[in-house]
């Protein structure tokens, strides 16, 4: 549907759902706690809202509150939804019954939490047609096969015939997508739908989505802490913090004119094009996030924002105030018409130094690490099946040097940390540290200086701490096991220094794990990482676990403490965001092999490996300016027990037709050095290459998307 036509559209519509001034609040022993506060908002149909914010602002309180799913301690307390005209509050239990699954659907984040692991897909996509419209059985089967097709899965007929356990993560949430629109519902509720998925599959997901949206003509509200996702999603957006709606209108008006600081401070937190760990630095938002029933006076914002004025900001509650100019864009701020967008908070920064990298501090030559899966072997089976998870894998890092690992699941790069670790060891090839061989060595033989050099920086930061032990006795620990100090006040100085240098205060040497936020859990992480001058940092998808504005705030403390210490750090990540912003060099993994490597620019640049550029083009990027090619790649990642013959790639790839014959299905390609240090595993001709274009470019001053 073209834009005009779709406004048009949604100018003679009534609205499908009408949030006016809803409050939603928890009854516990503790008493009440306000979750949702004054959220107001319209969706037409066929549009789609998003709802944006971190955890803990009330996103998906809205969306259980318009379910009417919020268990026996929530309640509303305030305000009314109208569905289609009809005040919700006002219907009977049976009616909201009806409207539940049917009118209304509601995809999760968790594609396995809405599926029944002991009935076949089949048996429960029938049942929504066959409870909510009483049709018969065949009928029934026969709309369940057709929206298998719509929904782009292979093989429906063997879909329906299978269990949950036995598809893969984006064809579980396919499936889930399926069964929602079966009732062909007049509103969908999707909670962070893509969260759990593999970048790749992400961006099909995204683009089956939005063509579902056009073909039925359902409306959505989109719940995300993604920026870039909702811009490729949504036509307005409503961006929450504590409780409230601080900031609503069009995609265009919010991304390009914002008039909220909380709004500017997540952009200015996330690594858009242009943003360079050397000239521009992130900004992360000080302070946290105040706890429901602890919530300031006036303006939530104001103990964390730089425009905050005192006696004017938190004088009374302040309302939604209309943005002069822009249609249906409002802002809960005060000052909007006063403020300069363009200057920077004065927390913001200064451009650095470039760091030269220094001498190869880990060499990784020809690695390769296999397991064999016995357990048929057990009960009398086949023989044993080989799972080839690293193969052939050659780089090096160098004093200084940060260089990100990425791939999707099951491309290998957790199984190269654990080597590096000692957790598992090497079935052949060398890893020299230093001027140390380590590829063959468990961690239990390794010496403590070994053991210190190299050192881990974990994703999750609950599951690294002990909730025992203070933070102080957790890193006094970590110095004793690498023999730092000689005596309890030398490591007990040293652990004061560390929280210095993670940017903690020395009161959080009694503090206990529960009484940290994520953020602050993860600093402790890296405190014990760098506590005994480790040579190199392992970081595994560090900030992924964390909220947008504590992403920026670990970020930048990685780089300065790799910057101080001279630090080698290996970034294993998805997110190729993050990666261009922090690292000097990437390695690609696929399925085991290493397809692409080369400098950050080399790597964002054509030529590409086809699986980079999909990787580039799978990018939800928060920037109204950028224009994307599409890449969309079909199927799933294959098994590591059962890889493709030839090219670990060929399966998915949109350039295996140019390449003559059968090669890719008969031969592993070779390594090919494009210059520069620049390397592509791949059987594509030069001409194929040199005629690459770039998948990320910038739209023409005003013309942007």
Request: glycine share 8%.
């Amino acid at each position: 549907m073209n834009e005009a036509v779709k406004a048009t559209t949604i100018a003679d519509a009534k609205p499908i759902i009408e949030i006016e001034n809803l409050s939603i609040s928890f009854f516990t022993k503790r008493g009440e706690i306000p979750a949702v506060m004054d959220f107001s908002c319209t969706v037409m149909p066929g549009e789609a809202m998003g709802i944006v914010g971190e955890s803990g602002c009330g996103k998906s309180t809205v969306s259980l509150g318009i379910m009417r799913d919020l268990s026996n301690v929530g309640k509303i307390v305030g305000g009314r939804i109208k569905f289609q005209g009809r005040d919700m509050g006002d219907m009977s239990e049976a009616e909201l019954r009806s409207i539940r699954g049917n009118k209304i659907a509601m995809i999760y984040q968790e594609p396995m939490a809405s599926l029944n692991p002991a009935m076949k897909i089949g048996q429960q996509l029938m049942e929504v047609p066959i409870i909510h419209e009483k049709v018969s059985k065949e009928e029934a089967y026969e709309r369940s096969l057709a929206m298998l097709k719509a929904v782009r899965l292979p093989d429906p007929p063997r879909m329906m015939n299978s269990y949950p356990h036995q598809l893969s993560g984006g064809q579980q949430q396919r499936i889930v997508i399926a069964m929602a629109l079966l009732s062909k519902p007049a509103l969908l509720l999707l909670d962070e739908p893509t969260t759990a998925l593999d970048v790749t599959v992400e961006a099909g997901i995204v683009e089956l989505v939005k063509g579902l949206g056009e073909e039925f003509g359902t409306s959505m509200i989109f719940v995300s802490h993604n920026l870039g996702l909702i811009l490729e999603t949504c036509d307005r957006i409503t961006v929450m913090y504590s409780g409230e709606a601080v900031e609503t209108g069009k995609i265009r008006d919010v991304f390009d004119r914002m008039r909220h600081p909380y709004t500017q401070g997540l952009f200015r937190s996330i690594p858009l094009p242009g943003a360079d760990k050397n000239s521009r630095p992130l900004v992360a938002i000080p302070g946290q996030l105040p706890l429901p029933h602890e919530r300031p006076k006036g303006c939530n914002f104001g103990p964390r924002c730089h425009h905050f004025v005192e006696g004017l900001c938190n004088a009374a509650e302040i309302p939604m105030i209309e943005v002069a100019g822009h249609d249906g864009h409002y802002s809960r701020c005060v000052r909007f018409n006063e403020i300069d967008w363009e200057a920077l908070p004065p927390n913001a920064t200064a451009a650095k130094e470039p760091v030269k990298p220094g001498a190869p501090m880990l060499n990784i030559e020809d690695l390769k690490k296999y397991y064999k899966v016995a357990a048929n072997e057990i009960f009398g089976g086949a023989e044993a099946k080989t799972v080839k998870a690293n193969e052939t894998i050659s780089f090096v890092a160098r004093e200084s040097e940060t260089v990100a690992i990425v791939g999707e699941s099951g491309c290998g790069k957790s199984t190269l940390a654990k080597i590096l670790l000692g957790l598992e060891t090497a079935t052949e090839g060398g890893v020299t540290l230093g001027n140390r061989q380590i590829a063959g060595t468990p961690i239990e033989k390794r010496d403590v200086e070994t053991i210190s050099s190299i050192q881990m920086v974990f994703q999750n930061p609950f599951d690294t701490l002990n909730p025992s032990h203070s933070v102080g006795s957790q890193i006094i620990r970590t110095l004793e096991k690498f023999g730092v100090g000689k005596t309890v006040a030398e490591r007990r100085q040293r652990m004061l220094e560390l929280l210095d240098l993670v940017k903690l205060p020395r009161a959080f040497e009694t503090r206990m794990p529960r009484q940290l936020s994520g953020g602050q859990k993860q600093r402790i992480g890296v405190a014990r990482a760098f506590a005994g001058m480790a040579k190199v940092v392992v970081a595994d998808e560090p900030v992924s676990a964390l909220d947008v504005s504590v992403q920026a705030a670990v970020t930048e403390l990685l780089m300065d403490i790799q910057r101080k210490n001279k630090t080698t750090m290996l970034f294993i990540s998805h997110d190729l965001s993050v990666v261009r912003y922090i690292a000097d060099r990437v390695v690609v993994m696929y399925l085991g092999h290493i397809v692409e490597q080369g400098t950050t620019d080399q790597i964002f640049q054509p030529p590409y490996h086809p699986y980079t550029e999909a990787l580039l083009s799978a990018i939800p990027i928060a920037d109204t300016s950028v224009v994307k090619k599409l890449v969309v790649l079909e199927g799933d990642i294959p098994s590591a027990m059962n890889p493709p013959s030839g090219c670990p790639f060929q399966t998915r790839c949109n350039y295996k037709k140019l390449v003559p014959g059968d090669l890719c299905e008969r031969e592993v390609p070779p390594v090919r050095d494009l210059g520069g240090g620049h390397q592509v595993k791949c059987h594509l001709s030069a001409e194929v290459f040199a005629g690459m274009e770039n998948v990320i470019s910038f739209a023409p001053e005003g013309e942007a998307a």
